[in-house]
C-alpha cells in the first residue's frame, strides 16, 4: 500500500474574504501555528515521511508591500487588501515555517495558489484566477527554488483545471465529487465510509497529459453537530487503511489523506490521531507493507507506466535526432 499525505498550507489566506480569520486570530489558532507546527514538521523527519505542502505562495512574503493584488478585482481584491492591512504576521506569514519544511528535501511543494481565491466568487474570473496561479509559480521558484508540479484548487473548486494544465502543465488533487457527481446527504456519506472505507486515490491522466489525484480522507474532525460522526468515521477509516495494507492482494492501493495543518492544533484530538495514525503506520512500513510517497512521486510512477507517456517521450526523442 501507498499512502499519499498533502497538507494544505495557508494559515489565514484560506478565509482571507471573510471576517472569519479575525474570529480565528483572536482565538490564537495562528499564533498557536508558529510555536507549534515545528513539533510536526520535525517528527515527519525524524520518520522520514515526505509529505506534499500546498502553500499560498503569499505565506512566503514577509512584508506586505512585496504582495500583488493588481490582478485581483472587485470585492475579493478589497477582501485582501484589508486583510492585508489589518492581520497580524503571524496570520498571513509563515516564512519561518516553510523553511524548516524545505529543509527536508523529501517533502514536495505545490502551490494552492498566491492568494486562495476560489471559482465561485462573483469576482474571480478565468483571467484573475490563472494570474493567481502564475504569481504563485513564480514565487515559489523565485524564494524557494522550487518548480511546483501540482496544485491543490481552494475549497476543490477546479473550474478552471483545464486552462491552467494546458498553460502550466500542473497535476491536481482533486475531490472525488467532481467524478462521481455525487448528492449523497452527508450523513449517508459517513454511514458508507464507515461501512466500506475510504476510497482509495483515483490516479489518472487528464487531458494534457497531467496526473490528476482524488483525495481520500479529510483528516479532520472539527466543529458542526455531525462531530461526533465525523470523529468515529476517521477513526473507522483509519483503522480500515491500517487493516488493508496487512492484507495479501496482488495489486496495492494508494490512499490520499489530506488536511490543513491547524486542523492539527484547532481540535488537539486530531493531532493525537494524526501521530497515532504515523506511528501505526511506520509499523507496517518497517514490514515492507507500506509505503509513503508524495503526489510528485505518485504522478511519476504512473506516467512511467502509462504507454501514452511512454510515446510521447519517445516521439520528442524521435524528434531532437
Not at 498533502?6 to 479575525?22: H, K
Not at 474532525?221 to 488493508?244: E, P
Request: glycine share 6%.
Amino acid at each position: 500500500m501507498k499512502v499519499v499525505i498533502s497538507f494544505d498550507f495557508e494559515l489565514a489566506w484560506g478565509v482571507a474574504d471573510s471576517y472569519e480569520w479575525e474570529v480565528r486570530e483572536r482565538s490564537g489558532l495562528y499564533d498557536a501555528c508558529h510555536a507549534e507546527l515545528p513539533a510536526y514538521i520535525r517528527l515527519l523527519e525524524e520518520m522520514s515521511v515526505p509529505v506534499t505542502w500546498a502553500i499560498v505562495s503569499n505565506l512566503l512574503n514577509s512584508e506586505t508591500g512585496h504582495i500583488q493584488t493588481e490582478h485581483l478585482k472587485g470585492r475579493y481584491r478589497e477582501s485582501v487588501e484589508s486583510f492585508l492591512h489589518c492581520s497580524k504576521p503571524t496570520s498571513r506569514s509563515a516564512v519561518d515555517l516553510i523553511k524548516q519544511v524545505v529543509s527536508f528535501e523529501q517533502h514536495e511543494i505545490a502551490t494552492h495558489t498566491a492568494t486562495h481565491p476560489y471559482p465561485s466568487h462573483c469576482d474571480i474570473d478565468e483571467d484573475v484566477y490563472m494570474d493567481d496561479v502564475r504569481i504563485s509559480l513564480d514565487d515559489i521558484g523565485l524564494l524557494l527554488g522550487r518548480v511546483p508540479t501540482n496544485i491543490v484548487y481552494p475549497r476543490d473548486e477546479a473550474h478552471y483545471h483545464k486552462a491552467i494544465a494546458k498553460k502550466f502543465g500542473l497535476g491536481a488533487r482533486i475531490n472525488p465529487k467532481i467524478l462521481r457527481r455525487s448528492n449523497l446527504p452527508r450523513i449517508l456519506k459517513y454511514t458508507s465510509e464507515i461501512t466500506n472505507g475510504a476510497p482509495p486515490s483515483r490516479v489518472m491522466l487528464g487531458m494534457s497529459g497531467e496526473v490528476l489525484q482524488t483525495g481520500s480522507a479529510l483528516f479532520n474532525w472539527y466543529g458542526g453537530r455531525a462531530a461526533f460522526v465525523k470523529r468515529f468515521c476517521l477513526k473507522a477509516i483509519l483503522r480500515k487503511i491500517l487493516i488493508s495494507a496487512s492484507e495479501p492482494r496482488m495489486e496495492k492501493d494508494i490512499y490520499h489523506l489530506w488536511l490543513h495543518p491547524f486542523n492539527l492544533l484547532r481540535d488537539r484530538a486530531v493531532g493525537d490521531a494524526f501521530k497515532c495514525f504515523l506511528i501505526q503506520a511506520d509499523g507496517l512500513r518497517k514490514k515492507g507493507l507500506l509505503e509513503f510517497i508524495t503526489m510528485n512521486q505518485c504522478g511519476q510512477e504512473l506516467l512511467a507506466e502509462s504507454d501514452l507517456h511512454k510515446n510521447y517521450k519517445r516521439l520528442c526523442n524521435d524528434t531532437a535526432d
